[in-house]
């Protein structure tokens, strides 16, 4: 079985896991929102040179701490987040410079935003303060991702684009509109939480997301063999405590 399929079902067996073992009972229901930063490339094949295409990422979070075992502290988290993912290539010739656009006199760029509304399910693990102070988290576990909507940004005509010099021929996904509506993969991520008396809890987090599904089919007879994201989240979050 492959690594991240593994990665999948044991983030998806864990809370089970957790809730069955014998610690101290928890009962917290928090809610809030969370506010972010994607950096994303397409794992497309074949190749399609790209740089970190930049986009937002918030939403709402809902976490139920099931159980503290001893010094770990074992939740459930979902969220339901607005996420821009897409690409941006990397247009240069043999050189390695910029490729040049024979009619507009500048450098060519092309980036793609893909719109989905996101719906990642946690395993969240903390060590640390639970209600008065500081905690490390990991987070880990399936997210869904369902297209909402795409646009194209480019500085050029398909007619009169420069593909004397590119070195890099591959083009096809340029004109290409998302075949697959449904994404899913896996994200994990690790951060720290303040939790306060009075204002509630805020989180600071790193995440990454590998996607096992393609944005493009992937059989014989398509074009890519492979079109699958990676993105790097940063991202805020507000939680409160509405259940004790």
Same mark, same amino acid.
């Given at each position: 079985m492959r690594l991240?399929?593994?990665?999948?079902? *044991?983030?998806?067996?864990?809370?089970?896991?957790?809730?069955a073992q014998i610690g101290e009972h928890r009962n917290t229901l928090s809610i =809030?929102?969370?506010a972010g930063y994607n950096m994303t490339t397409i794992r497309f094949t074949p190749k399609v040179p790209q =740089? &970190? /295409? =930049?986009? &937002?990422? &918030? =939403?709402?979070t809902a976490r139920y701490t099931v159980e503290k075992y001893f010094a770990?502290? *074992?939740?459930?988290?979902a969220e339901v987040?607005?996420?821009q993912l897409g690409w941006k290539e990397d247009i240069r010739d043999m050189s390695n410079q910029p490729?040049?656009?024979?009619?507009t006199k500048q450098a060519e760029k092309y980036e793609r935003t893909i719109n989905y509304v996101q719906i990642p399910f946690f395993a969240h693990l903390a060590w640390g303060r639970e209600n008065n102070g500081f905690n490390f988290f990991v987070n880990a576990g399936p997210q869904l991702g369902i297209y909402v909507s795409e646009s194209t940004k480019s500085n050029f005509d398909w007619a009169t684009r420069n593909m004397d010099d590119r070195s890099n021929k591959v083009v096809a996904q340029d004109t290409m509109s998302v075949e697959n509506k449904m994404d899913y993969g896996i994200a994990a991520g690790a951060g720290v939480e303040w *939790?306060? /008396?009075k204002l509630g809890r805020f989180t600071l987090e790193a995440r990454y997301y590998y996607g096992l599904g393609n944005i493009y089919g992937?059989? /014989?007879?398509d074009y890519f063999g492979s079109s699958n994201y990676g993105t790097i989240t940063i991202k805020l979050g507000w939680l409160v405590d509405i259940m004790k």
């Amino acid at each position: 079985m492959r690594l991240p399929y593994r990665i999948l079902l *044991a983030a998806i067996c864990f809370p089970l896991f957790a809730h069955a073992q014998i610690g101290e009972h928890r009962n917290t229901l928090s809610i =809030g929102g969370n506010a972010g930063y994607n950096m994303t490339t397409i794992r497309f094949t074949p190749k399609v040179p790209q =740089g &970190m /295409k =930049g986009g &937002m990422n &918030m =939403g709402f979070t809902a976490r139920y701490t099931v159980e503290k075992y001893f010094a770990t502290i *074992a939740s459930i988290q979902a969220e339901v987040n607005f996420s821009q993912l897409g690409w941006k290539e990397d247009i240069r010739d043999m050189s390695n410079q910029p490729v040049i656009n024979t009619v507009t006199k500048q450098a060519e760029k092309y980036e793609r935003t893909i719109n989905y509304v996101q719906i990642p399910f946690f395993a969240h693990l903390a060590w640390g303060r639970e209600n008065n102070g500081f905690n490390f988290f990991v987070n880990a576990g399936p997210q869904l991702g369902i297209y909402v909507s795409e646009s194209t940004k480019s500085n050029f005509d398909w007619a009169t684009r420069n593909m004397d010099d590119r070195s890099n021929k591959v083009v096809a996904q340029d004109t290409m509109s998302v075949e697959n509506k449904m994404d899913y993969g896996i994200a994990a991520g690790a951060g720290v939480e303040w *939790a306060t /008396k009075k204002l509630g809890r805020f989180t600071l987090e790193a995440r990454y997301y590998y996607g096992l599904g393609n944005i493009y089919g992937d059989s /014989k007879r398509d074009y890519f063999g492979s079109s699958n994201y990676g993105t790097i989240t940063i991202k805020l979050g507000w939680l409160v405590d509405i259940m004790k």
